[in-house]
């Protein structure tokens, strides 16, 4: 029966397989016969354009005389009868007709459009043009330029009727042809009219019987074949025409093919049943012992899912052929053997496989302990959270902090323990404008409640990453409690006397002047300045040890003997200065707390007790006075004379004459006359201090300080005149001519090929000068200086004073290359939060840090911690004060770039200065 089923599907498919190969046949004949009927046309139209190119006109104008009469030349007469020509007509270039020739039968009458739409399409592309075109006779049309011998232009037009054209393609082809036209543009082709057909009254039946089931819209080169009716049809349009379109049908008739496929039908039925008998006979001679083998072989399949491939084997051995002649059954049993072969090989891969996978499970499983490990190791807070808070996955610390298990809740929220308690605003809905897109990130500072009511402050840093299709964010968290409880210890430190605890000068004298601008005109404020006789010997006869704790116990003695409110601190190295106050109404004073026991102190050190001598000055401040530094300044002054003549007593510089304090003043006004000349002289020498690059060993810039030369041609140091010229106005005069003879020098050296930049001190009323910005580019430009190889310092407490201002104007100086540092940092030590947030390149630790460094284990431990810091956050740091060499050391084992101070070279002018200096090891 399958074997029936196979012939007949075997004839079916020879069946249909030869009609698609008459089916073609029959498309290649139509499109041959197109190909044809296109080729008689284009022959057609070379013949009509020889004919025109062959038409000599001497003189145009000689047939415009000669009128529209018809009459024809004996040359034009032979073209006519010669090419079955119909009608010549000679025609201006812009269409009017000259004259013509035609036969006598001639029905051709040329129209407006035709004319326009030959000379159109011979303008548009300058050749000669050919059209076919039917009205109620179609015509072959041809139109040439041409010229006559005086040059005058002119248009001839040939037409011939078409029915030559099918004509000749019947005697060529013996196949049926028509033209046709549609009469209107959505009709089908049962409307067509058939315009010229070469046997008119048989072909018009066909298209009748071809046009039941076509439409216009498949008249697009389509072939058409009839089943019944043994002819096939292909149907293709002609160019456009200035009648109308129409339409070529060729009609051929395939009566021959079709009586061939009936007969090709039959052969193959009869062969098939020919060939089934015969199959069916030898079934079963031949095939019963192979169908038997491939019986076993169908047996040995079961055995393969089962994996027993010896077994199958031995099976397959059974089954082995005697014969000599191998056959299909032979194929199939060494393509089994084959099989098994590589289903064995594949059985072992995939078990090597599955080894080699449970390994890399191991190794994975390892790797994510390992990952997991370290998550729960890290020193960070690591939380992955969606948009709204909810809490994904969170390491070991973050659990711990949160007061989580293993698995986290559902319901966790970032927002319940990261947050800030000064702002109503969520910690997710802030982060919101990171979630646009993956990779952006965010960092800030926000408190950390862990669940045991802590509040820790926690540096985070926020960041988008997809994860399973979504973008969450990763918050990464480090605790800085420590540092920021470091960071404020260091801010008092900044503002407090390290040994004694009480107010450094700086401090003081903020305070103070805040404290005489609000009470100066109820108040009665009074300075009380204690100095320690002999205070250097007592340190080098017992040690800076001893001395720490005389300063310690006497700030302790000084706090309980002043009243409860005054404000105390330690102005120099055994000076102390107190401001005391009394109300006016009262008309009381520092004399009436009779303070002179302080002039004296027992001071017990172990076993040991010494009796210490102070002096003291008590001055009142007056409103002719500029502020608490004027009043500072006066009391020095005095204090120096106490020394010489009431050493050991308490002074009350109120009761002085005015002799001593018109000789003070007049001493300053000496020094601010001799300033002002200086400036205006130009007696201002700068010294250079080189700073050493302590990773080179090499120079790296100098710091240039100002000195004052005075008539006698003697130098005066900057501490003599600086806080005259403060009090003065005088600072951002003298500023800019520092400045400016720095650039001058910086100049020099760029253009002599010295790379060593230099550090330029600007204070802070300079910087509040309103024209600052200008005055430095004017500046830059009048001397030629690189502003790449100048470093502004600005006084750490300067800065910050004014931070809008400051931020601006340092952008300024990073704008035109040059770079900034922070100078005396740690004086007044405010945070380093204002130094994170301002451009500074270098920090300049003050020498008060560093000339005991070698000594004092405390001031080892802030310096350090200001290092690490400023390192923190991309500052280089410089050191100064480095006065020996333990000290050099004790600074480049903390990592600090840059040292200078005496024991690399102190100033000098440049006359002497070295820049190839160095240090030896």
């Not at 049309?141 to 054209?165: C, E």
């Not at 021959?256 to 049943?273: M, N, P, R």
């Not at 509040?455 to 605790?479: A, N, P, V, Y």
């Not at 480095?882 to 990592?895: R, S």
């Amino acid at each position: 029966m399958a074997i029936a089923l196979v012939m007949g599907a075997r004839g079916y498919y020879t069946y249909v397989q030869t009609s698609a190969d008459h089916h073609e046949a029959i498309n290649d004949d139509l499109l041959q016969l197109e190909n044809t009927l296109l080729s008689l046309q284009r022959h057609a139209n070379d013949e009509l354009f020889r004919v025109a190119y062959s038409q000599i006109i001497p003189d145009i104008r000689n047939l415009e005389n000669s009128g529209l009469d018809g009459q024809t030349t004996s040359h034009e007469a032979h073209a006519l009868s010669l090419s079955g020509i119909d009608s010549i007509n000679y025609l201006t270039i812009d269409g009017q007709l000259i004259s013509s020739s035609r036969q006598a039968s001639s029905m051709l009458e040329l129209s407006h459009t035709q004319i326009q739409r030959a000379l159109k399409a011979i303008a548009n592309n300058k050749h000669p043009f050919a059209t076919l075109d039917c009205n109620s006779q179609c015509y072959q049309q041809v139109f040439v330029p041409s010229a006559d011998h005086n040059g005058i232009n002119f248009i001839i037009n040939i037409n011939r009727p078409v029915k030559i054209l099918i004509d000749d393609f019947w005697d060529i082809t013996g196949s049926e042809l028509a033209i046709v036209g549609i009469e209107n543009s959505h009709g089908s082709l049962r409307n067509q009219l058939t315009m010229l057909a070469n046997r008119s009254s048989n072909t018009s039946e066909l298209l009748q019987k071809f046009a039941k089931n076509i439409d216009r819209g498949d008249l697009v080169r389509r072939n058409y074949i009839g089943h019944k009716e043994k002819h096939s049809a292909r149907f293709f349009p002609l160019p456009p025409s200035a009648s109308g379109q129409f339409y070529v049908a060729i009609i051929k008739d395939n009566a021959q093919v079709h009586g061939h496929e009936l007969k090709t039908v039959k052969e193959i039925f009869l062969s098939s049943l020919i060939t089934l008998a015969l199959i069916m006979l030898l079934i079963a001679v031949i095939l019963r012992p192979s169908l038997n083998r491939l019986l076993g072989l169908a047996k040995i399949l079961p055995l393969l899912p089962q994996g027993r491939f010896d077994d199958a084997r031995q099976s397959l051995n059974k089954l082995e052929s005697n014969s000599r002649w191998g056959d299909e059954i032979d194929i199939l049993a060494t393509t089994f053997e084959k099989v098994i072969t590589s289903l064995d090989s594949m059985d072992q891969i995939v078990n090597d496989h599955r080894n080699e996978l449970a390994s890399k499970i191991d190794a994975l499983t390892e790797a994510k302990v390992f990952n997991e490990t370290l998550l729960d190791s890290s020193p960070l807070a690591i939380i992955i959270h969606d948009a709204e808070g909810q809490i994904r996955n969170i390491n070991k610390l973050g659990r711990q902090l949160c007061g989580l298990s293993e698995q986290t809740p559902p319901d966790a929220n970032i927002n319940s323990w990261v947050k800030n308690d000064r702002q109503s605003t969520s910690l997710t809905k802030s982060l919101h404008p990171i979630l646009n897109s993956e990779g952006k990130k965010t960092q800030g500072e926000t408190s950390f409640f862990t669940s045991d009511g802590r509040k820790l402050d926690f540096l985070w840093t926020h960041s988008s990453l997809f994860i399973s299709g979504e973008l969450s964010i990763l918050s990464l968290g480090i605790d800085i409690t420590e540092r920021r409880e470091a960071s404020e210890s260091l801010r008092w430190l900044g503002q407090h006397d390290r040994v004694t605890g009480l107010l450094n000068r700086n401090s003081f004298t903020e305070d103070a002047n805040n404290y005489i601008s609000r009470y100066q005109k109820v108040m009665l404020i009074e300075l009380l300045m204690i100095d320690i006789d002999d205070f250097a010997i007592f340190n080098d006869r017992h040690g800076f040890e001893a001395g720490d704790k005389l300063l310690n116990d006497l700030a302790a003695h000084l706090h309980q003997s002043l009243p409860q409110d005054t404000l105390l601190s330690r102005t120099g190295s055994g000076e102390f200065c107190a401001l005391i106050h009394h109300e006016l109404d009262t008309q009381l004073s520092a004399r009436d707390l009779c303070l002179d026991h302080l002039m004296s102190y027992t001071f017990k050190y172990g076993d040991d007790e010494e009796q210490i001598s102070l002096s003291g000055v008590i001055d009142s401040f007056n409103e002719n006075l500029s502020g608490i530094d004027e009043l500072i300044s006066n009391t020095t002054s005095t204090m120096l004379r106490v020394k010489n003549k009431f050493r050991g007593h308490l002074f009350y510089a109120d009761g002085e004459d005015d002799d001593s304090s018109r000789s003070s003043r007049h001493k300053k006004y000496q020094m601010k006359e001799q300033l002002l000349s200086a400036l205006n002289d130009n007696r201002l020498v700068l010294f250079y201090q080189p700073i050493l690059d302590l990773n080179t060993n090499t120079i790296s810039h100098c710091e240039c300080l100002v000195r004052l030369l005075d008539n006698e041609g003697q130098f005066i140091a900057p501490a003599k005149f600086l806080g005259i010229a403060s009090e003065s106005g005088l600072l951002p005069k003298l500023d800019y001519s520092v400045i400016e003879k720095a650039m001058r020098q910086q100049y020099l050296w760029e253009e002599s090929g010295i790379t060593t930049g230099l550090s330029i001190n600007i204070t802070a009323p300079t910087l509040e000068q309103a024209d600052f910005k200008e005055r430095i580019e004017e500046l830059i430009h009048l001397t030629g200086a690189n502003p790449h190889r100048l470093i502004f310092e600005i006084v750490e407490t300067d800065a910050i004073s004014n931070l809008h201002v400051t931020h601006d104007l340092l952008n300024h100086f990073k704008d035109i290359g040059a770079k900034i540092a922070f100078d005396d940092f740690g004086i007044g030590f405010t945070s380093f939060e204002y130094v994170r947030d301002l451009p500074v390149d270098y920090i300049k630790i003050d020498q008060s840090f560093i000339r005991f460094i070698h000594e004092r284990e405390q001031d080892q431990v802030l310096v350090k911690s200001m290092v690490e810091m400023s390192h923190s956050l991309g500052k280089k740091v410089i050191v100064e004060g480095v006065e020996n060499k333990a000290a050099l050391k004790i600074v480049k084992d903390m990592g600090v770039e840059y040292v200078q101070g005496y024991y690399v070279c102190r100033p000098m002018p440049i006359s002497a200065l070295d820049l190839s200096l160095h240090l030896r090891h």
